[in-house]
């Protein structure tokens, strides 16, 4: 027997289960699919995800932006805590690029400047030697990953939608005005189908018998070290980055920190894991920073962003094949993104008006279709 519903969504990261629960308000059936035992194994589940509106590509702006009320007040019975906290970030520079800090000031909102002193008063074991200037975005919030996502799968249960998981898409084909998904778990069929796999969202529409749009899977590192321990409170700090994007750390429970050396390696889609040499290099670059020596590695571990090849998301109906939507390249601004993507995909799987908050930005969402990409990849 075949399962049927009005929309079937693969992929359990945030991507899929926002744009389920967004689609679930709609008077349909909303069937979502996973490869893996449980959800957001890959990316979310392994995300340290800021909210931080001087992010990402204009587009990625404009979502973010779009999404905070729905960060700040989520629907009733969303969450039961907060899905968002205080934590500011704090851009550091050192010598030669300070051009750089410099625009991320005049181009950002609600970015200052800061002297160096001032910095180190915000984290005192940062290395003065190296620390040439400063910005901070005191907007900028911590999110609760987990609360979000597990916010959108109750929702989208409570609304009726089926979650499947170890349902591996083997077969995706249109017969007639319908797909049907062959999987490990079971035939589905749908009109419309969602394409929100990441990493392998081009490889489910190459199942669909649809040519790639260039997706990358990149490999990002991170590592947990000992904190200052007593005497240095870290739990206020905020987020430290550098403004080159070759480091950056942040304040964990326990007194510990979360330090990333911001690596983008391409990798093929796959259950990735930290490489040694990713690891030390980490240690390395940040030892160099914070006179903070890293007595050992606590727990490390590595996740996957996906990039299309212009670093904006993909959102829209492939133009080659009936029903196929695609809800990819979200690359590291998945999560801030995710409630405007999630309302922005549902209005045009439901042929509605683009969202006002969406309208409100400015965006216009013909940049994130997939036809931009079509035909550009050999």
């Known amino acids: 027997m075949t399962e049927s519903a009005d929309t079937i969504v693969i992929?359990?990261?945030?991507?899929g289960v926002s744009a389920a629960y967004e689609l679930a308000a709609e008077p349909s059936s909303v069937l979502l699919l996973d490869a893996e035992d449980q959800l957001a194994y890959h990316s979310t589940g392994r995300s340290a995800a800021m909210f931080i509106l001087n992010y990402g590509p204009p587009s990625v702006r404009a979502l973010t932006a779009a999404g905070r009320a729905f960060f700040e007040t989520p629907p009733e019975g969303f969450a039961g805590h907060p899905l968002v906290g205080p934590r500011g970030i704090l851009t550091v520079a050192r010598t030669g690029q300070e051009e750089d800090?410099?625009?991320?000031?005049?181009?950002?909102?609600?970015?200052?400047a800061m002297a160096p002193e001032e910095a180190l008063a915000k984290v005192p074991l940062l290395r003065r030697e190296r620390l040439a200037a400063a910005a901070y975005e005191a907007d900028a919030r911590e999110i609760d990953v987990h609360g979000?996502?597990?916010?959108?799968?109750?929702?989208?249960?409570?609304?009726?939608?089926?979650?499947?998981?170890?349902?591996?898409?083997?077969?995706?084909?249109?017969?007639?005005?319908?797909?049907?998904?062959?999987?490990?778990?079971?035939?589905?069929?749908?009109?419309?189908v969602v394409d929100a796999a990441g990493a392998w969202a081009d490889e489910v529409a190459a199942l669909a018998g649809l040519g790639p749009l260039g997706l990358v899977a990149k490999r990002r590192t991170a590592i947990i070290v000992n904190g200052p321990g007593e005497g240095c409170d870290s739990s206020a700090w905020p987020v430290v980055a550098d403004i080159g994007h070759s480091w950056y750390f942040k304040p964990e429970a326990g007194g510990k920190l979360m330090v990333s050396p911001g690596d983008e390696t391409p990798v093929p889609p796959c259950d990735v894991r930290p490489d040694e040499m990713d690891i030390a290099v980490t240690v390395e670059r940040f030892e160099q920073v914070v006179d903070l020596p890293v007595r050992r590695v606590e727990h490390s571990w590595a996740g996957l962003r996906t990039f299309a090849p212009d670093g904006t998301l993909v959102i829209g109906w492939d133009p080659r094949a009936?029903?196929?939507?695609?809800?990819?390249?979200?690359?590291?601004?998945?999560?801030?993104?995710?409630?405007?993507?999630?309302?922005?995909?549902?209005?045009?799987?439901?042929?509605?008006?683009?969202?006002?908050?969406?309208?409100?930005?400015?965006?216009?969402?013909?940049?994130?279709?997939?036809?931009?990409?079509?035909?550009?990849?050999s």
């Open 11 to 15: 992929g359990g990261g945030i991507a």
């Open 101 to 112: 800090l410099a625009a991320l000031v005049s181009e950002g909102q609600g970015v200052e």
């Open 148 to 192: 979000l996502h597990a916010g959108y799968v109750k929702g989208l249960r409570a609304r009726g939608g089926r979650i499947v998981t170890r349902a591996r898409v083997q077969g995706l084909e249109r017969r007639g005005a319908r797909w049907v998904v062959e999987t490990t778990a079971g035939p589905f069929s749908a009109p419309v």
């Open 322 to 377: 009936s029903g196929f939507f695609w809800l990819a390249g979200q690359g590291g601004y998945g999560i801030q993104t995710a409630p405007a993507a999630a309302r922005l995909a549902a209005a045009l799987v439901c042929r509605n008006p683009v969202p006002g908050e969406i309208q409100g930005t400015g965006l216009d969402v013909a940049v994130l279709a997939p036809d931009r990409l079509i035909g550009s990849i």
